[in-house]
């Protein structure tokens, strides 16, 4: 149990479009989900915290008006990238935890790996 | 400084035991955590453990965590050329959907 899939696994595009990831969790539902993102041989960084029919919270220096973050229903949520431009381009990985663990569990999804040329 | 600090690299012989290690500074940490990760992939859930626990056992991986010296190590019996991965320590402060905060990882490379 406790799976996370994440669409599309890698996506390339030209500066200044837009990228949506979605984020779903596959046999559970999530209030909160979690957005990462991880650079080459760097930790990850968590960017926001989705939270379902709410705003997400983001974290200090993620601008919040380029990462856009919709958590629609229990079990999607997702990013989009706006105006992308090449220093966006990383591995962006969402994470949630199943209901009646404390929250204190987190699965995470594959990740998709951005490009922007 | 980094709030989670890990060795960058650990190299073993297949069939040999690995001890990756995790240092972290934040008396208040409630849960500690060890992820894996493969080539291009996500992260995998290991194991994890309770702050006040101080050792937990999951068939070939061993949890020790030091509290008194915020140490945390993962040890993989065995150790399998499909061990080879990225490992990532992580700790979460406070209860109910608490945020992580990893570790950069540590380079596992089992060789035959």
């Known amino acids: 149990g406790a799976v996370v899939s994440q669409h599309p696994s890698r996506v390339i595009c030209k500066s200044g479009t837009s990228v949506k990831i979605e984020c779903r969790s596959l046999?559970?539902?999530?209030?909160?989900m979690f957005w990462y993102r991880q650079f080459p041989k760097k930790s990850l960084m968590l960017m926001a915290t989705?939270?379902?029919?709410?705003?997400?919270?983001?974290e200090q220096g993620v601008e919040k008006d380029k990462f856009l973050i919709n958590h629609a229903s229990l079990t999607l949520s997702t990013l989009t990238v706006t105006s992308a431009h090449p220093e966006d381009s990383s591995f962006y990985i969402c994470?949630?935890?199943?209901?009646?663990?404390?929250?204190?569990?987190?699965?995470f999804g594959p990740g998709t790996r951005l490009l922007v040329l | 400084g980094e709030d989670v600090e890990q060795s960058l690299f650990l190299s073993v012989r297949e069939g040999d035991s690995s001890v990756i290690n995790c240092t972290y500074t934040?008396?208040?940490?409630?849960?500690l955590y060890w992820y894996k990760q493969e080539p291009g992939a996500g992260l995998q859930l290991l194991t994890y453990?309770?702050?006040?626990?101080d050792m937990k056992q999951d068939q070939r991986l061993t949890v020790l965590l030091n509290k008194k010296d915020k140490h945390l190590s993962l040890r993989i019996a065995d150790t399998q050329t499909g061990d080879s991965a990225i490992y990532f320590c992580?700790?979460?402060?406070?209860?109910?959907?608490?945020?992580?905060?990893f570790g950069k990882g540590t380079m596992l490379l089992v060789s035959p």
């Open positions: 994470s949630a935890s199943p209901p009646g663990q404390g929250g204190e569990t987190q699965y």
């Open positions: 046999d559970f539902q999530a209030t909160t």
């Open positions: 989705s939270n379902e029919g709410s705003k997400a919270t983001y």
């Open positions: 934040d008396s208040s940490s409630t849960y």
């Open positions: 453990i309770f702050s006040n626990m």
């Open positions: 992580a700790e979460s402060r406070g209860s109910g959907y608490s945020t992580l905060t």
